[in-house]
């Protein structure tokens, strides 16, 4: 299960993630600008569920406990950008 919850908006929100899986959870903090946020998601989604599909293709990808707590996911996985689109049409 994935959560994302905002936390705190001064600037660039900040979102809460937390994923559970079996019997344990993570916790991760991601700031994400307006003007990013608008460019990834063209206006047709939510932060919070570019976020739930981000971390989905993430879990695809490493264990919720290799999920760095900060990081620019595009700059680990070049794919990233290009198989959003299908992760959201399965949200």
Do not use: N, W
Not at 8 to 25: A, C, K, L, W
Not at 35 to 64: Q, V
Not at 69 to 84: L, Q
């Amino acid at each position: 299960m994935i959560q994302v919850r905002r936390t705190i908006e001064d600037g660039s929100p900040i979102f809460e993630v937390v994923v559970r899986e079996g019997r344990g959870e993570t916790r991760h903090h991601v700031t994400m600008s307006r003007e990013m946020s608008e460019r990834l998601t063209a206006g047709k989604h939510t932060p919070e569920r570019y976020l739930e599909a981000a971390f989905r293709f993430l879990l695809d990808r490493e264990p919720k406990e290799s999920i760095l707590r900060r990081f620019a996911i595009s700059r680990y996985f070049p794919e990233f950008e290009r198989e959003m689109p299908r992760y959201l049409s399965h949200l």
